[in-house]
Every structure is written in C-alpha cells, then in structure tokens.
C-alpha cells in the first residue's frame, strides 16, 4: 500500500507538469530581447519604459542568478544503514530521518530508488533591500532625452520539483531533480516625467502605465552525483558535482539560460543528533538575461552576454531525532555571489550616478540648464557591481506516518537582505518514498 502511495503522489505530481510556458504581455517596443517581445523578459524594460537602462537592466540578472540557484530539497531517503557491531551486519538506523534542504554524507543506498515531491512559494519584495513597489528612477531614454518615473513591481513564483535518486553502490548514487515553475510578474510606473537637452522638462506620455504577464512550464533540470569519500561508523564525508542544464525558457523566467556546474562537499554525522555542513563553488556560463553594457573591451572581445556571477554556496545545520517517526530540522543556508549586480541606495539623479551627467562636478552641457538641472535633483536608484550575499535561516520537520513514507514541512528565513527577496518566509512542503529494503 506504501509503494502504491508514493507512485500515486509522484504521478500527480508529474501530470501537473503538463504545458509550456504561456505568457500574456502587450508592449511598447522597448524590449532588449529581440525576437522575444511577448515575453516576461520584456514586461519590466516596457512597463518601467526603462528598456535596457543601467537602473533596472539588472532586475533580469537577478531573477537569473535566483533562479539558477533556488534552495530545492535535497535527494535524502531519511534512511542510512548503520553497522550492528554485536549481530556484525549492517542495520538500518531510524533514529534520525534527515535534512531538507542541504545534503549528508551518505547515500540512498546499493540499488535503492527516491522519489520525492516538493512544493514551495516565492512571493518577492524587496530588490537589494529597496522596496520593489517604490523604486525611483532617473535614466537615460534616448541620446537627447532623460526620464524619470517611479516603478511599481511585484514578481511571484510556485516551484514544483520532482526529485529521482538511485544509489548506484553502497558509495554513490545519482539523482535527476525536475523543477516546473508558475511565474507571474507586473509592472508599471508612475509621476513620469522627461526632460531633453535643450532643457524642456515635460510630462511623459503615458504619465503612467502597468502591465502584467505569467508564464508556466518546466525549468531547468538538474542532475548530481555524489559519492561517500570516508564512510566511517559515525562521521561521513561526501563529494558531488551538480550540472544545471538550461533547459527552461529563460525570456519567460522558467529558467536561468545559462549552464551552470557545482562542485561541492560534504561533512555529516550519524545519530540522533546529526551536525552537517556543505560548501560549494558555483560556476554558471553565458545568459541572455545578463545584458553586456560594454560589448567590446580591450581585447575585443565583443560579447553581446555575460556570464552569470559566480557564487560561493553554504550551510551548516544540525538534525535532531525527537522520535523514531519525527525530526527536527534547522540549518543556515546561504551564497555569496561575486561581482554581481546590484541596485544602489536612492540618490540624487545628479550626483555620481553611471550613465548620467554628473551635475556635482560640472555646470557645463545639460547641467547648465536650469530646467535640466532642476530634472537631475530627483531621487535614483544606480547600479553597481560587487559581492551580493543571500544568507536565510531553515527551519523544518520531518515526519514518517508508515513504512518508508516521509513528510516534509520547511520555512526559509531571510536574514540579509542581497538579491530578489521574499519579505518574509518561503514554505515548502513534500513528500518522498524510498523503495527496497
């Protein structure tokens, strides 16, 4: 009845993943992406009447770099097989049932199969700690004109994984996770203004607009193989290698659009109470999403794309048995993204901000207008390039009803506020089931 259970929960989760992505946006022509305006890449540069300004070009890459790197639940059965040093056989230890969302050192187990299901819901707030439904911004329009409105996002997403491991021997296993994403996005602005060289100041025309779109369909897929390096009798030490294939429709946000490899380790313990950490280097390769504003360097090298950053992926956490059939879960998972995009704090338009003049150190071109100068005094975000860390807490339990049948319940806490961010918990749910004895 168990077995029956857990394929009848797989195959309902397997047949909502049923359509490809399907995304409603009118335009304005104003979309970077070509080929690609009826997408949600282009909701943002239209509905912001941004384009593919310095200000909001970064809202794509980030959703990106979130994306290619959501927190999924990790491929744990909640099984591991001890050593009975009194009958001198392997026995199967039910003190502890595992992680949620970080790995052990330990395997599912020789010719074991996993299957699990998860649901999780992103509803995002905050841009790099800038509310996203008051974002002002001030940029450059076209090579006579400026404008400035102030934008009003909001951007959600429902991610359903399917996860399949096998152990391939007592040492390694395999496993294949397949997201599929719901994605809803909207956008608009408001108090539009324009002002151009000759230093008319005027009312945009829309002075305001919105637009909204959704998208579905299966994102990328992720394949790992991890293997036991020191299978001791209590501490246990693993290496993987995680390969993100981009698979997802990138200019509707089902996926990253870029290739990404993770090499990483683990350290975990047996028993009751079971410590563990995981450390990680992500690299990711080339995407649409990540716009190149300089396309020619020194080298000329003239790539259109960048690549996405690069991060460095912790946790660290410990698994407690409260009982035989319930586990609490608690951990810190978190990336550093190096040279990353990210959207400055407010400042006066006229100031040092990239990509308009610079009305603090010079009174000559626009800046000698008055009208023009008055224009450059409102408040805009800027973009800059550094270090961006996601830092959340991870608090959850683990329940087994029956048999090998696991319930999963997490929240995922921001502590920092780095990134695309809900404003506060992200939930998930799951079940999973792993066959054989």
């Known amino acids: 009845m168990a077995k029956r259970l857990a394929v009848s929960l797989l195959f309902v989760g397997l047949l909502g993943i049923c359509l490809g992505a399907n995304a409603q946006v009118q335009i304005q022509n104003l979309c970077p992406y070509s080929g690609h305006s009826h997408s949600l890449a282009c909701l943002i540069p239209d509905a912001t009447n941004t384009g593919d300004s310095h200000n909001l070009g970064s809202f794509n890459t980030t959703v990106a770099q979130v994306l290619g790197q959501l927190p999924l639940a990790a491929p744990v059965s909640g099984f591991v097989l001890g050593f009975d040093r009194k009958l001198g056989i392997p026995v199967e230890e039910s003190q502890n049932l595992g ?3 970080t790995e052990r050192g330990n395997t599912v187990g020789k010719h074991k199969l996993f299957v699990g299901f998860t649901a999780q819901r992103f509803v995002f ?3 790099d700690g800038i509310n996203m439904r008051s974002i002002p911004e ?4 076209s090579s006579t004109t400026y404008g400035a409105n102030t934008s009003n996002l909001s951007a959600g997403l429902s991610q359903y994984t399917t996860i399949i ?7 390694m296993d395999v496993s294949v996770t397949i997201p599929y994403e719901r994605v809803s996005l ?23 607009n919105y637009l909204a779109g959704s998208a579905h369909g299966f994102g990328d897929l992720i394949l790992n193989v991890k293997g036991t390096v020191l299978n001791g009798e209590k501490n246990k030490f693993a290496a993987g290698l995680e390969t993100r294939l981009p698979t997802g429709d990138e200019f509707n946000f089902l996926g990253s659009g870029a290739l990404g490899l993770k090499p990483y380790v683990v350290f975990s313990r047996t028993g009751r109470y ?3 950490a995981n450390f990680g280097y992500q690299w990711n390769d080339y995407s649409y999403l990540y716009i190149n504003p300089n396309p020619c360097n020194l080298a000329k090298t003239c790539n259109g ?6 991060s460095l992926d912790y946790s660290a956490g410990v698994d407690i048995g409260l009982a035989k059939w319930v586990t609490f879960v608690g951990d810190f998972v978190g990336q550093h993204y190096f040279n990353s995009p990210k959207l400055t704090t407010p400042v006066a338009a006229g100031g040092n901000v990239s990509g308009l003049p610079n009305c603090s150190s010079s009174t000559s071109g626009p ?4 009208a023009f100068a008055t224009f450059t005094n409102l408040k805009t975000v800027g973009l800059a390039l550094g270090g961006v860390n996601v830092d959340n807490a991870s608090l959850g339990l683990k329940i087994r009803p029956f048999g090998h049948l696991i319930l999963s319940a997490n929240a995922l806490i921001r502590l920092d506020n780095g990134g695309l961010r809900p404003d506060r918990f992200v939930p998930l749910v799951g079940v999973s089931y792993r066959f054989g004895k």
Do not use: D, M
Request: proline residues 9%.
């Open 138 to 141: 001030v940029f450059q329009f």
């Open 274 to 276: 079971t410590p563990h």
């Open 165 to 171: 491991a096998f152990g391939v021997s007592e040492r």
């Open 125 to 127: 707030h905050t841009i």
């Open 367 to 370: 800046c000698s207008n008055p």
């Open 99 to 101: 992680s949620v969302l």
């Open 186 to 208: 909207s956008g608009g602005y408001t108090n539009g203004q324009g002002a151009s060289l000759a230093g008319n100041v005027y009312t945009a025309s829309p002075a305001s």
């Open 305 to 310: 794309t960048l690549r996405l950053p690069p």
